[in-house]
């Protein structure tokens, strides 16, 4: 069967079973947007480039599938850059496919041009430049592997135009030939044994669990480890939902704006179980003064993460669930042989900085109103199962320390790269994923200005997401470091309570808007935009400028030395 380059590749997403894609047609991949009007595959049309991407990625985070972009050749491929650097650090599995000017043309600087394989060589897993039509089916299905095996991550396919206007003999691949690409996923059995070893005789382990759980579908398995040696959970920023929060061995989120608790019982523990993380700055502080006195087990599937930053006594490399499902079977094993391991003085001492060193903020009546007020109200008058995705900032700590997640995949949010202005869009993605489920997305009246356009996509496409702007007329995260840092020297961060207005500038999306400036008004508005569901609503709650997200660790500074606030008295340690 002959068809186009253009052709081919929209047969082979279908191949994939992709079902949506997010995009914006332009010169160069024009040739592939005209058959994707008869393909099954729904088109999402955004209003940026940039949009297209993190909506890739919300998919992504919701439904563990790959998610699909794609967009034209020169700015559209630049405006995807952010995406795709964004999915490399948090391993996001997208597949984006960039149009190109003529091959023939490549490097005379034609109309539209951008050396696209060498701008994104370094934030993605793997890039493709087609040569030849008739390669098309091989790469898509080379993409889809390397973005979805292993580490997980983006990709990115490269077709020019004459490749996509090009003849070919249709086929489809039997399975994928990459060599040098083989992924480790079954941890090495003595090592694992090993690791079975350190946990029975630990007297303060704790499990320290990254985003690779959540990646590697690895969550029940996780519980079941937990549970059967007691070992208490943290779960880091891209974890969180890994393991209950409402469970009795949950201690909770670890690191610069972690809890007390999670972040001390990591400082004295007498071993780490390190699970699919990656032990990044913001959980370790100083790295020369982190858990001193912890052996280290470190299970990744990325064999470069092992020894990366800390160097691991036990070393194993394999995939988070198939290592975990190893490990349970090792532990019992141990337990048969030598008896189960006493952690009670370990327990008693976690429980005592749980009673004296929790979370605090005060709202009091006809007072400002506090963010974390407004995320307690929106946890508690949703569903417990809501997807919850955040920007980054202040209300992104905020929101991952007042949530509750007792669901894993319910949390959506920038951890490595921290890219403002990716809630709106990946909540978009997540909603189009999981259509059934209720989204919610916290941003911050910063991000909200940089990717708002895209509400704009989701009333076109009656995608009602819900949006709480936590508005505190500041750059709020950049204000809290001038203030505890920079001798309160307010340098370009006020933005303003009033420009935009957030309710006119809603409605002139075709959103629903709202507005919020008193404690007793929240749950109403909560609970009127809980009741829309055909189109998208924004709540304006006009929040405390004047409240800084604690407990804190400060950048370098040794975990040990965690400013609670000013609850907690002068100093606030």
Not at 215 to 235: D, I, N, Q, W
Not at 242 to 257: I, S, V, Y
Request: charged share 25%; glycine share 10%; aromatic share 8%.
């Amino acid at each position: 069967m002959k068809l186009t380059g253009a052709q081919a590749l929209i047969k082979s997403l279908e191949m994939e079973n992709v079902e949506v894609m997010f995009g914006l047609p332009g010169g160069a991949i024009l040739p592939v947007y005209d058959p994707l009007i008869d393909s099954s595959i729904r088109h999402v049309l955004v209003r940026h480039e940039q949009g297209a991407g993190h909506m890739a990625e919300g998919y992504a985070h919701a439904t563990g599938r790959p998610g699909v972009a794609m967009v034209t050749s020169g700015p559209a491929a630049t405006n995807i850059v952010t995406p795709l650097c964004d999915a490399y650090m948090d391993s996001v599995p997208i597949v984006v496919i960039t149009g190109q000017v003529a091959y023939s043309s490549i490097g005379t600087d034609a109309f539209q041009e951008a050396d696209t394989v060498g701008i994104t060589m370094p934030v993605t897993k793997h890039n493709w430049l087609v040569t030849d039509a008739q390669d098309i089916p091989r790469i898509v299905r080379e993409a889809f592997h390397v973005a979805t095996t292993g580490r997980p991550g983006p990709v990115l396919v490269d077709v020019p135009k004459d490749v996509s206007n090009a003849q070919m003999d249709w086929y489809w691949p039997d399975g994928v030939e990459l060599p040098g690409y083989r992924p480790s996923t079954k941890g090495h059995a003595k090592q694992i044994k090993e690791a079975a070893r350190l946990i029975n005789q630990a007297r303060r382990p704790v499990i320290y669990a990254g985003g690779g759980i959540l990646k590697g579908r690895a969550a029940e398995a996780l519980r079941e480890l937990a549970e059967l040696a007691g070992l208490h959970v943290v779960t880091t920023l891209m974890a969180r939902g890994a393991f209950p929060d409402d469970h009795p061995l949950c201690l909770g989120m670890p690191g610069m704006h972690g809890n007390y608790t999670a972040i001390t019982s990591m400082q004295r523990a007498d071993l780490l179980i390190t699970l699919g993380a990656r032990f990044d700055d913001r959980v370790t502080g100083k790295v020369s003064a982190f858990a001193p006195d912890a052996k280290i087990i470190h299970v990744d599937v990325d064999p470069a993460e092992l020894g990366k930053v800390r160097r691991p006594d036990v070393p194993i490399v394999g995939d988070s669930r198939l290592v975990i499902e190893e490990l349970v079977k090792a532990v019992r094993a141990e337990q048969s042989k030598h008896g189960k391991s006493d952690l009670t003085d370990w327990d008693r001492q976690i429980d005592e900085w749980r009673r004296d060193h929790p979370l605090q903020y005060e709202q009091q009546d006809g007072g400002p109103l506090k963010p974390q007020y407004c995320i307690e109200a929106l946890r508690d008058n949703t569903p417990d199962d809501t997807i919850v995705v955040a920007g980054v900032g202040q209300h992104q700590m905020w929101t991952s320390q007042y949530w509750r997640f007792n669901h894993p995949y319910t949390w959506v949010n920038s951890g490595g790269l921290g890219t403002m202005g990716f809630a709106v869009p990946a909540a978009i993605g997540a909603k189009v994923g999981k259509p059934e489920r209720m989204v919610w997305a916290v941003d911050g009246d910063g991000c909200f200005q940089m990717t708002a356009q895209e509400l704009v996509t989701a009333s076109a496409e009656r995608i009602p997401v819900k949006i709480a702007i936590l508005n505190n007329a500041y750059l709020g995260m950049v204000r809290q470091w001038q203030e505890l840092f920079y001798e309160e020297r307010y340098s370009e961060v006020y933005l303003s309570p009033d420009l935009p207005d957030y309710v006119k500038w809603a409605e002139a999306m075709g959103c629903v808007g709202l507005r919020v400036d008193t404690p007793e008004d929240v749950v109403p508005a909560i609970e009127k935009a809980n009741e829309v569901d055909d189109r998208p609503v924004v709540i304006d709650f006009r929040t405390d400028y004047r409240e800084k997200v604690y407990p804190m660790v400060a950048a370098g500074d040794s975990n040990d030395n965690v400013i609670l606030g000013p609850e907690y008295g002068e100093g606030g340690y």
